[in-house]
Each structure stands twice: as C-alpha cells, then as structure tokens.
C-alpha cells in the first residue's frame, strides 16, 4: 500500500545534493530518508535556539525575592 505521507519538492544546487547524497550512503540509508532526518535536526536546533532566548529572559527577570521554597510549595 503507497504511503500517505505529504511530499515536497527541493531544489539543491549540485554541491549540497552530492554532500546529502554522501551522508545518505554513509548511513546506508536513501536520500529521502536523509534529508528527512537532516530537516528533523535543523528544526530541533531552531527550536533550541527560541527555547533558549526565552530561558534567557526569564533568566534575567529572576528575582530571588519572589520565589517558593520547598517546603512553601509542598507543604
């Protein structure tokens, strides 16, 4: 049974296409599979990247003053 999965067309330039194309036959897996996984990898760091701008400004705004201890929080 064909798959269901959404498809996208890319463009690469000639270089960017032979280095995917070496990574996939490193990893001994099909060049759908590798840029699949490359764009995995490229989302997670994207998203490491807001999470920690957002971590940074509660950084800053934090205030010792206003927080729980322990026992404020589990008593």
Do not use: C, G
């Not at 798959?3 to 032979?18: E, M």
């Not at 998203?47 to 008593?75: G, N, P, Y």
């Amino acid at each position: 049974m064909p798959t269901q999965s959404p498809r996208v067309n890319v463009v690469l330039d000639n270089l960017l296409y032979q280095n995917v194309r070496l990574l996939a036959e490193k990893d001994n897996v099909s060049l759908s599979a590798k840029v699949r996984d490359l764009l995995k990898e490229a989302l997670e760091i994207q998203e490491d990247i807001v999470l920690s701008v957002f971590a940074e400004k509660r950084e800053k705004s934090w205030s010792d003053a206003d927080t729980l201890t322990h026992d404020d929080v589990w008593s």
